[in-house]
């Protein structure tokens, strides 16, 4: 019964992990870009909720799509001021960029809010449910569930309206969209807003449930890594698989292995799949 | 012709004004910035293979610095050896390291070769840090008193200081040998364009991974002399993703992909490290680390090319200012 609750756990923070690994898969595949700073971002979404929930005592209605708001101003403004310049120079630069903001939002914070773990105060959302036997918590089963949606909601948002046709245009060939009168830069900012603003969302949903350090961050940008490698480029149902996947292997290494090992398994199966299958498990080669 | 002797009299004063300063200045103080300054240029430089050259960006470097580091203190702790015969064990797991991190991720494009680097040092970082025999989140500790002249536990500062200064005469003689040969032109060609040198016969793969293990087996080295010196290393100060940002950050501050680059950058950063570290109180505060982070950013946005990019510029535009002034005097 125990491991049931821990596979229902690990799946319930996987779809958290499949949201804010989207926003990662659609920039590299869109701009064939990795965005090292997309942790932080993550974490910042943490903060963003801390911040409304300490001054405002904002509900999880108010501080959720806060940290999507601020995040996805974050998401623009680096696109706007840095992105956009960095991507016309030379290789190192861009990976340079974001690596230095990574650093810079992850110091800034631990500057700003220190390098204590904090929790949010108990919200609405709290208490436990027992399903069948299992007992869930009430704030992870509201986060991985609305994890879940929204990253189909983003899939859906991709393949079935017209701005999402436009931005995987540009993915697919950057000229021939140009052409069929869609404008590039636009359609990357708008890829930069959602990535930004998921990893907002999917980091209040976290900090709903788990107490958070700045230097989380960094945890969460390599999770990332290492779910759009699983997924496959560009691809979100594949990241959302790969989350699921991820979120499982964590929660059973450290239910099997000790808390201690649960980053050291999925690393190491970052490293395995490098080798064995770089290009996903359903990615394109 | 003329400017290449220029440049090789610079480098002769630089040597020259290197070997003596501890001379001039012998102060402990004077000897330790000149320490951290070389240490910090010699693995710019050791990153600037496969980083600036090959134009291959690797965030992870602390895992060649951490198993240099971490193999002389291993081999004092478990045989009572001197630290120093480590150095080659070091240099020999960072060249394992660089083939399991370089032969899959070569085949692919650059960004996987960078989040490889990351999630591989991280790895290390985190199983070291659990490992009991590598004394887990405390460290290993090297002889406090040296039982001989080959402990290398000197109470000056001067023989590290000479210590580093040859290590980073090895790596720049290196790197100069390396801009001339074959494989400089190849590395440098693939990094422009790793289609169009493939399409023109170059192993692109094996060229990709020679830099990396060339760069890997220097860094080890400086960080095995780091452990020697400091007689002490642990996860963070061995491991820890700010000695990859060192790297990058001097190498890319001074030029990433020139010879002198490396050394510019060390001569930037590191006093204004020690001035940041005298009046900011220390690493811990983080400021350093957001002036780091901010700095690496700039550079990418605005001056992607470094320092020495930046005054080759000036200087093209101070030269062609000659010939416009001339021309206007033949005007009036």
Not at chain 1, 210 to 228: D, H, K, N, Q, R
Not at chain 1, 260 to 268: L, N, T
Not at chain 2, 215 to 235: E, M, N, Q
Not at chain 2, 271 to 290: A, D, H, K, R, W
Request: positive net charge; aromatic residues 12%; glycine residues 12%.
């Amino acid at each position: 019964m125990i491991l049931v609750q821990v596979i229902v756990g690990g799946l319930l923070l996987g779809a958290i992990y499949a949201l804010f690994s989207s926003g990662l898969t659609l920039i590299w595949g869109m701009m064939n870009f990795i965005n090292f700073a997309h942790g932080e971002f993550v974490m910042l979404g943490m903060y963003a909720a801390f911040v409304m929930v300490l001054w405002f005592h904002a509900g999880p209605l108010a501080f959720i799509p806060f940290a999507a708001f601020a995040l996805v101003l974050v998401g623009l403004l680096v696109y706007f001021g840095m992105i956009r310049s960095v991507m016309r120079g030379p290789m190192l630069a861009q990976i340079l960029s974001t690596f230095g903001l990574a650093l810079l939002l992850r110091y800034l914070a631990f500057w700003i809010f220190s390098a204590n773990f904090v929790s949010l105060p108990p919200t609405a959302l709290r208490g436990t449910i027992r399903i069948s036997g299992i007992l869930i918590d009430v704030p992870q089963l509201v986060g991985g569930v609305t994890a879940a949606a929204l990253t189909i909601a983003m899939h859906l948002f991709l393949t079935r309206t017209r701005a999402g046709s436009q931005l995987l245009a540009v993915a697919e060939d950057r000229a021939a969209a140009m052409l069929m009168g869609i404008r590039p830069d636009r359609m990357q900012a708008l890829a930069w807003a959602v990535a930004a603003g998921s990893a907002g969302i999917a980091g209040a949903l976290i900090a709903i449930t788990y107490p958070f350090s700045p230097s989380i961050g960094e945890v969460f940008g390599l999770t990332a890594f290492v779910v759009v490698t699983f997924g496959g480029f560009g691809s979100v149902p594949g990241a959302l698989i790969a989350g699921l996947l991820i979120g499982l292997i964590q929660a059973l290494s450290a239910f099997y292995l000790g808390p201690v090992y649960k980053d050291i398994a999925v690393y190491a199966l970052f490293v395995a799949v490098l080798w064995v299958r770089p290009q996903g498990l359903m990615g394109k080669a | 012709m003329r400017g290449a002797s220029l440049a090789g009299l610079g480098w002769l004063a630089l040597a020259l004004g290197a070997i003596v300063y501890p001379l001039v200045l012998p102060g402990a103080f004077y000897v330790d910035v000149g320490t951290t300054l070389l240490l910090a240029a010699a693995t710019a430089a050791a990153w600037n293979i496969i980083g600036g050259y090959a134009g291959q960006v690797s965030v992870g470097h602390a895992m060649f610095f951490g198993a240099g580091a971490y193999l002389p203190l291993l081999v004092y702790k478990l045989w009572e050896w001197p630290p120093i015969a480590g150095l080659p064990f070091g240099i020999v797991v960072s060249l394992v390291l660089a083939v399991l991190v370089g032969m899959p991720t070569f085949r692919l494009q650059g960004h996987y070769f960078s989040m490889a680097t990351i999630a591989v040092a991280e790895l290390i970082r985190l199983l070291v840090a659990t490992a009991e025999p590598l004394g887990a989140a405390i460290g290993l500790q090297g002889p406090a008193v040296g039982r001989g002249i080959w402990d290398l536990t000197f109470r000056s500062g001067l023989p590290y200081y000479y210590l580093f200064l040859a290590l980073l005469a090895i790596v720049l003689a290196t790197s100069w040998w390396l801009q001339r040969s074959r494989l400089g032109f190849y590395l440098r060609a693939l990094r422009a364009s790793e289609r169009a040198a493939r399409s023109l016969g170059v192993p692109v793969r094996r060229c990709k991974l020679l830099a990396l293990m060339l760069s890997a087996a220097f860094t080890s080295a400086a960080g095995s002399l780091y452990a020697v010196k400091t007689g002490f290393v642990d996860p963070e100060s061995g491991l820890g993703i700010l000695v990859s940002v060192q790297m990058i950050i001097v190498a890319a501050l001074g030029g990433a992909g020139t010879l002198f680059g490396p050394v510019l950058g060390a001569f930037i950063l590191t006093p204004l490290q020690t001035v940041t570290n005298t009046y900011f109180g220390g690493e811990g505060s983080g400021l350093t680390y957001i002036l780091y982070g901010g700095a690496i950013l700039l550079i990418a946005r605005f001056e992607p090319g470094g320092v020495l990019d930046l005054v080759h510029r000036l200087r093209g535009v101070f030269a062609n200012r000659i010939p416009a002034s001339e021309q206007s005097r033949h005007a009036a």
